[in-house]
């Protein structure tokens, strides 16, 4: 394995009194696609969440790029180059397309990825840009949250449940856009339900079971058998 | 024509009355607080212009200069330093620090002002009006009126085409991700707080020059700027204009057909459309 720039060491991470994930350790290489299964409540929301600060960790759990970011806030996250596609895509109602695309950038990293990047990425955003963001469909609202996040030029970026929702035309688009979007050096973690695409984008796979690591492995040479028994524990 | 010259003066004082409630329309457009205090930023900022145009010898309108950024500064402290702690889900805590907010305000406006009444002199501006078809403009309300469109234009042009105002709608419509974006809310929360109390000091000062004040009508005007705010509906800042103007023109109406009856008639006009339109005459259409 390359360089990790993420690398999580004994995460535990709690809603209030309830824990979500126990002593998870995880590493992405510098460049690495990894993707994360697992069923639902399984805890990949919410290991998407301790990643990106958005729910506070103890310290020394998670290092980016040999920094500890376990106790900083998301803003502060974000600005060292990690971004997030969240899940159910979460757009802002009130902000144009365009706008929505802008506030992705507000964290000022340089980069390639700006308005003209992310519209010939997605042209139908372009003809798009004035219109509110709730007023698209499914798919292209998957693809302002895409461009969003691709707008602050991160170095690593996170997709939390892409395909959810999504029409299976639409899921195949975005995964055959996927690889020119990881390109260039970015790293990415996908979390996805659908275990076949998430294998086919990924070099190594994590499977999630009840707020565990139940799994670690190469994507490609990971047995179905290895894979129902991490997801569901069945012996 | 007495008539119509109830309904002019009141349009002119329904600019005043939007200007109170800008501020407080921002505040909960951006963080869903409800601030209390606000009437009672009023008149500390109309003390403020007090001790600046004393102390200098300043026009209470170039005292502005000071007492904006002032209160804006207030504002900003206020928000980082107290209120961002009291926000979250429950929609309780703001309310009680704003209302206790209040109380000190007042207490300590009245410790170092005293109860007496004061006014901010402005001179000529006061009494100087012009007639136009036989009704006499007041100079001072004519300003107001236009103080209050500028500042409404200007906080739409803010949340419409700035960075900043971008920054203030993604908070508004979900905290969680504009942080992910890099935006700290805090930080936000603390700028929106910073511009609304820079109209309350063009309000605090305009409310200074035109009648006087002492520490105890903070809740007065917060009212008034409370009954535009829903009049014109919740989120809609040209909409609290208007309805800073139906509220101005119900109070002067009312004060025409007996002058016991101003600030009641002012208030069943609230009510009447708080009843018939609950969501106010122009709510914002929510995404």
Known sequence: MHDPILQTRGLNSYYGDFQALYDVELDVGEGEVLAIIGANGAGKTTLMRSITGLLT????????????????????????????????????????????????????????????????????????????????????????????????NPDLILFDEISLGLAPIIIKDIYQALPGIIGEGMSAIIVEQDITKALS?????????????????????????????????IE | MEWLNAIVQGTLLGGLYALFAA????????????????????????????????????????????????????????????????????????????????????????????????????????????????????????????????VIWGLQWTFYHTALGRAFRAVSDNQDIAQLMGLNRRHIFGLAMALALGVTAIAGILLGIRTSFDPSIGGGRLIFGFEAVIIGGLGNLWGTLVGGVILGVAQTIGAKIDPGWQLLAGHIAFLVILAVRPNGLFPRVSG
Not at chain 2, 82 to 109: A, E, H
Request: proline share 4%.
């Open chain 1, 201 to 233: 984008v990924s070099s190594r796979v994590y499977c999630l079971q009840e707020g565990r690591v139940s799994l670690e492995s190469a994507s490609d040479t990971v047995s179905r058998e290895d894979i129902s028994r991490a997801y569901f524990g």
């Open chain 2, 23 to 150: 501020g407080l329309s921002l505040i909960f457009g951006v963080m869903r607080l409800v601030n209390i205090a606000h009437g009672d930023l009023i008149v500390l900022a109309a003390y403020l212009g007090l001790t600046v145009t004393t102390a200098t010898g300043m026009h209470p309108m170039a005292a502005l200069v000071i007492v904006v950024p002032a209160m804006a500064l207030i504002g900003y402290a206020l928000q980082r330093g107290l209120l961002n702690q009291t926000l979250g889900d429950d929609i309780l805590p703001p309310l009680l620090v704003t209302f206790g907010l209040s109380v000190i305000i007042q207490n300590g406006l009245l410790e170092v002002y005293t109860a007496d009444p004061q006014t901010l002199n402005a001179g000529a501006l006061e009494t100087a009006s012009v007639a136009v078809g036989g009704v006499a403009l007041g100079i001072l309300p004519l300003l107001t009126f236009g103080i209050a469109i500028a």
């Open chain 1, 57 to 152: 960790n103890g310290p020394g759990q998670i290092h980016y790029r040999g920094q500890d970011i376990s106790r900083l806030r998301a803003d502060e996250v974000a600005e060292l180059g990690l971004a997030m596609v969240p899940e159910g895509r979460q757009l802002f109602p009130s902000l144009s397309v365009k706008e929505n695309l802008m506030i992705g950038a507000q964290v000022g990293r340089k980069g390639p990825w700006d308005l003209k990047a992310v519209y010939d990425l997605f042209p139908i955003l372009e003809e798009r840009k004035d219109q509110a963001s709730t007023s698209l469909s499914g798919g292209q609202q998957q693809m302002v949250a895409i461009g969003r996040a691709l707008m602050a």
